[in-house]
């Protein structure tokens, strides 16, 4: 069937498939950049492993911190489907010609911000990954069937964390209002740019890889977190939030994309720090590799008719 046809059919694109160069490319594009969002996000959060306040709390956030680690390995294997290296598109990420998301260039100042990460970040993260799980390339679909999965318990957890933060006694409520107050705007910009200062998302939908705009994913981020918020008794740092009965949505305040464009340039509180902990942990990790493809190399089984 051809590529064309597949799409119409609302078909699945495998690997060995015939498809556009473009096609080809966005998706290592977007799958490359998503892998490495998961691999930076593992810092802020690991940020406080060591300092989590009970050892079930620890327990739970080494937990999410190694699904991280997981997703993205899901991830570089989607990305390798396209006849692309991950030690490259590494290579990419380090040498600043791939992004990862801007959400993980904010600091995690006190234990409420693992809350409100959990709760905004891998929220919104639930509400862009879920349409994902029906792109049109398969490996990538597949893949965020399992992440998705695990996406619900991180959130769950976020949630837990904030409600008992925000039940518990005053400094504890205002630690949880502070961090709710520094990560609600970031996780609105995770989205993307507004629709009409996208590049990428016409062609993208096009193509079945984005099923949903970026304005119709961050509205949706907004209809679902606001009610999670009243649950919380925790007030989103948005006074123009409320409910619109004509357009049966909840109106929101103007999100700072220059905000997201300095970030994106590098200019975010933690950009720098965020890229020096990567390339030294990809530095101290090097031994594994090698080891791992000195025994891989030992233990290479011939291919079949080989000599
Ligand atoms: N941070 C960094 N870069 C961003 C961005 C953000 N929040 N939003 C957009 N951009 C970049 C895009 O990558 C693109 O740059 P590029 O051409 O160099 O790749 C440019 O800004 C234009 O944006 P577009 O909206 O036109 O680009 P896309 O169509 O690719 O849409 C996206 C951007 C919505 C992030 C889309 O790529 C996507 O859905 N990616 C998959 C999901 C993902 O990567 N999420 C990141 C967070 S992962 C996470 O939260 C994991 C959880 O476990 C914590």
Known sequence: MSFDDLLADDGRVEPRDPMPDGYRRTLVRQIAQHAHSEIIGMQPEGNWISRAPSLRRKAILMAKVQDEAGHGLYLYAAAETLGVDRADLLDQLHTGRQKYSSIFNYPTLTWADVGAIGWLVDGAAIVNQVPLCRCSYGPYARAMVRICKEESFHQRQGFEILHTLSHGTPGQRAMAQDA????????????????????????????????????????????????????????????????????????????????????????????????????????????????????????????EGAA
């Open 180 to 303: 709710v107050d520094r990560y609600w705007w970031p996780a609105l910009m995770m989205f993307g740019p507004p629709d009409d200062d996208s590049p990428h998302s016409a062609q993208s939908m096009a193509w079945g890889i984005k099923r949903f705009s970026n304005d119709d994913l961050r509205q949706r981020f907004v209809d679902m977190t606001v009610p999670q918020a009243e649950a919380l008794d925790l007030t989103l740092p948005d006074p123009e939030i409320r409910w619109n009965d004509e357009r049966g949505h909840y109106d929101f305040g103007e999100v700072d994309f220059g905000e997201l464009t300095e970030v994106i340039k590098g200019n975010g509180p933690c950009n720098r720090e965020r890229m020096a902990h990567r390339l030294r942990a990809h530095e101290d990790g090097a031994w594994v590799r090698e080891a791992a493809a000195a025994y891989a190399a030992k233990h290479a089984v011939p291919e």
